[in-house]
């Protein structure tokens, strides 16, 4: 069974400050890989994925992260942050072959300050 | 496309009490996934449907809960009789699988926050 590890549970980071969120996967084969992100009182929107081909992923609001199969993982990063990055953010891997059962890490919150 | 549309969004009542949570997935998706979080469990898969056929129910907690998709249109998660430790946001999300799209990625909608009192 697949799974997903965000070891951090929450992050702080200055306004204009890089930031990279950490994810590690464990699947069998290889994986599709989300990040989603949820602000507060609000449902996931997805910011980027991965299903194959370029290991560097470009996504929505300036997000990228880079899939790393030697590493298990597909770490987000963000050059300079703004205040209204603040929310939460999930990284999520899906079966490539069968039905599409997606597991969700428990989340990253994120905190920026000016 | 209006997104995925569930309702209520939030929900008061007291333990013991049935509770029907509703879905309107985006028009065309042909899979339907119920999700429950909370901050001890996080982001939790209940149900999954597709093509209107319940295929994986293994997350869903017990009896007391149970799912419907009458059509591809309409979900509805109920639970009979509510308890306190239900209490938590619902999220409803769809998606497009096997048709040569993006498949694999879930629009969610903007959940039921549920209080049992």
């Known amino acids: 069974a697949q799974s997903v590890t965000q070891p951090d549970i929450h992050i702080t980071v200055s306004e204009g400050a890089s930031l990279e969120l950490r994810c590690n996967y464990s699947?069998?084969?290889?994986?599709?890989l989300f990040w989603y992100v949820q602000s507060p009182g609000q449902g996931l929107q997805l910011l980027l994925k991965?299903?194959?081909?370029?290991?560097l992923v470009q996504g929505i609001k300036g997000f990228e992260a880079e899939f790393k199969r030697s590493q298990s993982s597909f770490n987000l990063r963000k050059p300079s942050v703004h205040w209204s990055d603040a929310a939460e953010y999930f990284c999520?891997?899906?079966?490539?072959?069968?039905?599409?059962?997606?597991?969700f890490g428990i989340g990253t919150k994120l905190q920026v300050i000016p | 496309d209006a997104g995925v549309i569930q309702s209520p969004r939030h929900e008061v009542t007291e333990m013991g009490q049935e509770v029907t949570l509703r879905c309107k997935p985006i028009?065309?998706?042909?899979?339907l996934f119920w999700y429950r979080q909370t901050m001890m469990r996080g982001l939790e898969l209940l149900i999954y449907?597709?093509?209107?056929?319940?295929?994986?129910d293994s997350g869903m907690p017990e009896d007391r809960f149970s799912a419907k998709m009458p059509n591809a249109s309409f979900s509805t998660l109920k639970i009979q009789p509510s308890e306190p430790r239900d209490s938590a946001v619902y999220f409803c999300?769809?998606?497009?699988?096997?048709?040569?799209?993006?498949?694999?990625?879930?629009?969610f909608g903007p959940g039921t926050r549920l209080t049992v009192l």
């Open positions: 449907f597709n093509n209107n056929v319940p295929i994986d």
């Open positions: 999300a769809s998606s497009l699988e096997g048709r040569g799209g993006d498949k694999r990625e879930q629009f």
């Open positions: 991965y299903f194959s081909g370029d290991t």
């Open positions: 028009s065309g998706h042909n899979s």
């Open positions: 699947y069998g084969a290889t994986p599709y």
């Open positions: 999520a891997v899906g079966a490539s072959g069968g039905y599409q059962k997606v597991t």
